[in-house]
């Protein structure tokens, strides 16, 4: 199920899935660890170092609170 939602987004005009890097989940293991981040924010690191290695600075997302104290990316709330 979530390789078909993977693939359905691909699908979308203008987006560019990026691929997870065995070097994107050391940075995501190493900002958990300088962040004393739990297990259920290890997803929200490891966005944050995919983007890191990108050079996309903002992510909108409703959690923007998850993205507090990454240097290097902003989080907006498109709602708030």
């Known amino acids: 199920m ?4 993977i ?6 005009r203008g987006l560019t899935v990026l691929p997870l890097t065995l070097e ?6 190493d900002q958990c660890v300088a962040g ?4 259920q924010s290890y997803f929200d ?3 944050a170092a995919l983007m ?3 050079g996309i600075p903002v992510i909108l997302t409703e959690n923007d ?9 902003t ?3 498109p709602f708030a």
């Open 65 to 73: 609170g998850d993205f507090a104290g990454i240097e290097g990316i």
């Open 45 to 47: 690191r490891q966005l």
């Open 36 to 39: 004393g981040v739990t297990r």
């Open 2 to 5: 979530a390789r078909e939602k």
């Open 7 to 12: 693939r359905s987004i691909a699908r979308l």
């Open 52 to 54: 890191l290695r990108e």
């Open 75 to 77: 989080a907006l709330n």
């Open 24 to 29: 994107s989940i050391h940075h995501a293991l």
